[in-house]
């Protein structure tokens, strides 16, 4: 008799649920003390969300999140890869803001059964927001960890109803060259489009992200709506995403396009396979102090348990 093998977190990535309510209680604390007085050290610091930013809660998911403590909102919004506004990394901040939002649909089709266009606040309402605390690492050998508020993209996926021939789903970038100076540099081929198999997109670690600790998503980290895939590098999570087509083949993506022996499509964090330019072993972690030791990087950027079968049988080195 077979059984469907759910997938359980390592120990070192299971939050104890008396060490995650702590924490709990400490991120509202920090908040109370944003609410009580915009003075508050935290808030000042940049720690913690401007409390008047608009809301956008999810319930705590324990199972699926990291016991690493989140990085500074000052990090999250202010450290950015989003190269539509340029490819230094205080550009998104600096040029997001130009970026409309409102209105904003996302087409959903390809080998679909039903496919159609959603508005952005049926999406909000789709399925029940939770907050995850995910690892983020990115190809450039530095890592983040951030509390996104979402829900698995699997329940988008199943509105549609995949036909028997979507192998691969790709997700694509809004394209606004009015307000995007980066993408007046021909850096990839825009949009930028991004892509997995289909496995790995219903897998229940891919979020679909609408918010960050909180807060509704700003633009800078892809609003209103961007992929979190965790155990990948960080640019097979595209950002504000306006089309998701379902197709048979595997597509191209943007960065294996315009460097295809720097960026496989597979893109699973892997210590081993090293960038053609540098080493992937070790990470900086930001918001580490300058003197801070590098990490080791982990295998699946630690979420091996959850996802290391899906590749049985691959060789990683060469499907990188
Ligand atoms: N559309 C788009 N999506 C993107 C990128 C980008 O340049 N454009 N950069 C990627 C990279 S390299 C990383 S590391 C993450 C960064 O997400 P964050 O800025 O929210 O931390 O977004 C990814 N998604
Ligand atoms: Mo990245």
Not at 22 to 38: K, T, Y
Request: proline share 9%; charged share 25%; aromatic share 10%.
């Amino acid at each position: 008799m077979s059984r469907i093998r759910i997938p359980q977190p390592p120990p070192s990535e299971i939050t104890p649920e008396a060490v995650w309510q702590s924490r709990r209680r400490w991120l509202r604390q920090a908040a109370a003390i944003g609410l009580a007085a915009g003075s508050a050290p935290a808030v000042l610091a940049g720690s913690i969300p401007d409390p008047s930013l608009p809301a956008l809660t999810g319930k705590p998911n324990g199972r699926f999140s990291v016991m690493d403590k989140p990085n500074a909102w000052d990090d999250i919004t202010g450290y950015n890869n989003f190269y539509e506004f340029g490819t230094d990394k205080e550009d998104p901040r600096r040029h997001a803001g130009r970026m409309v939002t409102e209105p904003w649909t996302v087409e959903v089709g390809g080998e679909v059964v039903k496919p159609r266009t959603f508005d952005i606040d049926e999406l909000r309402k789709l399925a029940p927001m939770e907050e995850r605390i995910y690892r983020l690492r990115c190809v450039e050998a530095w890592s983040m960890v951030i509390p996104w508020v979402g829900y698995p993209l699997s329940a988008l996926l199943k509105q549609v109803e995949p036909t028997g021939n979507a192998r691969y789903v790709t997700f694509e970038t809004a394209l606004q060259p009015e307000n995007m100076p980066g993408v007046n540099r021909r850096i990839i081929d825009w949009p930028y489009v991004e892509g997995l198999r289909m496995d790995e997109a219903m897998h229940p670690l891919t979020l679909l992200v609408f918010g960050v600790y909180g807060k509704l998503l700003p633009n800078q980290n892809g609003a209103p709506m961007r992929v979190a895939v965790p155990w990948k590098y960080g640019f097979k999570s595209a950002k504000s995403v306006v089309r998701i087509r379902l197709v048979e083949e595997q597509p191209v993506s943007s960065w294996m396009q315009s460097a295809p022996s720097e960026y496989g499509f597979y893109a699973n964090v892997n210590p081993d396979v090293r960038h053609p330019r540098w080493s992937q072993a070790t990470e900086r972690r930001i918001g580490d102090s300058l003197f801070a030791p590098r990490v080791k990087t982990q295998m699946f950027n630690g979420y091996g348990e959850l996802v290391a079968s899906m590749y049985d049988g691959m060789d990683l080195a060469r499907d990188f």
